[in-house]
């Protein structure tokens, strides 16, 4: 109960005793004392009914405010677990994606480990080099040399580099055994051993099968689809590297082999260039010729055109001379029976005479 109305009641009740022990001790009227008590009972009841009524209020109150807050915490969680939820799907794509990852690394583990499989590996990482770079009249893959050997691909270039062959195939099973870590260090040793001498006998075997005196250049390309390779011969078998140049083969990787076919397409094109300045050439060969024909003609032209205003020159003084003889022998005076041209006229002209003589002077 709330203390105001506890003290309310403790108030009536000691109104009450005072007013009972007033009546016992005064001996009062017992209608009066009925009266005041009930007076102070509807006082009571009226507090009473009026507190009550607050107290219902503020717990209303109170209620509505409560269940405000927990449909804002409601609301709060709902939305916490829809984020929880798209979280979690996202989650699910990436573990998806990283399984495909995952097995898509194992099966390009597998086609390193069969020999077949990885040249295979090799020519279609080859072809998608060249295609990119070097334009089609520029290469042909799988290319048959006249000593009946098939190069992966070979590079056309003009004189004086020559056509360049390119083997895609490469060793990997000692090296992958010469760098694997759960192997006993003697046996890395011997696999590294047996790796140097595979990679010399694939060297020499490139040199032998596809430079060929008169068809390709004195050089032949060795691609090592994987770089680690390419960085491991490098670092740390240099007598490799000295012994591929000795045998004139290039080694090279998926980075270099893209700068050695960047050259080869500026060669390519350099030639085309060269191609095209020779036909332009002979092309200004052929309009100086016309040109030479041309200046003759005009040539000529003037020419006739210098003869045709001579001519001009000269029928134009004749006809003045003719016309100055005219007017001499108009001038003649042959005596009475031959009228000047004035009398001529007016004979013909008799009315024209008389109007000249009717004209005032």
């Known amino acids: 109960m709330d203390p ?8 009536g009740l000691v109104l009450i005793g005072m007013n009972a022990a007033a009546l016992w001790r005064g001996r009062t009227s017992r209608k009066d004392e009925d009266s005041g008590v009930r007076t102070l009972l509807a006082r009571l009841d009226a507090r009473l009914d009026e507190q009550g009524r607050r107290q219902v209020e503020d717990a209303r109150a109170l209620r509505a405010e409560i269940d405000k ?3 804002g915490g409601f609301d709060r969680t709902d939305r916490t677990f829809a984020d929880v939820v798209r979280r979690l799907a996202l989650v699910d794509k990436a573990q998806e994606r990283i399984t495909e990852l995952s097995s898509n690394v194992v099966s390009l583990r597998e086609i390193l480990a069969d020999r077949s499989a990885r040249g295979a590996f090799g020519e279609v990482q080859l072809h998608a080099l060249v295609t990119n770079i070097i334009p089609p009249d520029g290469y042909r893959m799988q290319h048959t040399l006249s000593n009946g050997r098939r190069a992966d691909c070979i590079l056309f270039l003009p004189p004086p580099t020559g056509n360049i062959a390119i083997d895609s195939k490469f060793p990997l099973s000692n090296f992958r055994r010469k760098v694997d870590p759960s192997l006993p260090r003697p ?17 020499a075997d490139i040199a032998a099968k596809y430079i060929v005196p008169g068809e390709t250049c004195d050089s032949a390309v060795l691609f090592l689809p994987a770089e680690s390779v390419f960085a491991e011969i490098h670092a740390s078998h240099p007598e490799l590297v000295e012994f591929a140049f000795r045998k004139k083969v290039w080694l090279t990787s998926p980075t270099t082999l893209m700068a050695v076919l960047t050259t080869a397409r500026s060669v390519l094109k350099d ?13 200004l060969r052929l309009l100086g010729k016309d040109f030479a024909r041309f200046e003759s003609n005009i040539e000529k032209l003037a020419n006739h055109i210098r003869l045709a205003g001579d001519d001009a020159q000269r029928t134009r003084a004749a006809s003045r001379r003719i016309g100055a003889r005219f007017r001499k022998i108009d001038e003649l005076d042959l005596g009475p029976d031959f009228p000047t041209p004035d009398e001529r006229g007016r004979k ?10 009717q004209a005032p002077t």
């Open 187 to 203: 046996e890395r040793l011997r696999a590294g051993r047996a790796f140097v001498r595979d990679v010399k006998a694939h060297v």
């Open 69 to 71: 807050r927990l449909a």
């Open 271 to 283: 030639e085309a260039t060269r191609r095209e300045v020779h036909l332009i050439r002979e092309h």
């Open 348 to 357: 013909r002209d008799p009315g024209a005479s008389r109007l000249r003589s």
């Open 4 to 11: 105001s109305a506890f003290a309310l009641v403790v108030v």
